[in-house]
């Protein structure tokens, strides 16, 4: 099993910026990768993006492509969504999810382990 919590979620204004941190615990050498999702009211929960933990490759929906950068701290076991130019169709509920994948953004359906999410809202 691993546990995942996010953290750093909250308000900000249009064209602020916001880092989430998700710190994982338990068995995470049964994953390689790390993806980060959202899910605005009525919408489907969409990828945002990905870091694989076994090599760093990173991939980014085109959405936040150039806004967002995902990183990580192997020895913490952190990983990292720093967000800038937000925009208020950034608002959503964003979680962080582990999973073993071999390459891509991923779909939600191949992520195993999940956080309890955490929101943030962008006002304009």
């Known amino acids: 099993q691993v546990q995942l919590v996010e953290s750093g979620g909250g308000s900000v204004q249009a064209g602020g910026s916001l880092t989430l941190s998700c710190a994982a615990s338990g068995n995470t050498d049964s994953t390689n990768v790390i993806g980060w999702f959202r899910q605005a009211p009525g919408k489907e929960r969409e990828g945002v993006a990905t870091?694989?933990?076994?090599?760093?490759?990173?991939f980014y929906a085109h959405s936040v492509k150039g806004r967002f950068t995902v990183s990580e701290d192997s020895a913490k076991k952190m990983v990292y969504l720093q967000m800038n130019d937000l925009n208020s169709e950034d608002t959503a509920t964003y979680y962080c999810?582990?999973?073993?994948?071999?390459?891509?953004?991923?779909?939600?359906?191949?992520?195993?382990?999940w956080g309890q999410g955490i929101l943030v809202t962008v006002s304009s």
């Open positions: 870091i694989y933990t076994d090599g760093g490759a990173t």
């Open positions: 999810a582990a999973g073993f994948l071999a390459y891509g953004l991923g779909r939600a359906d191949q992520f195993d382990y």
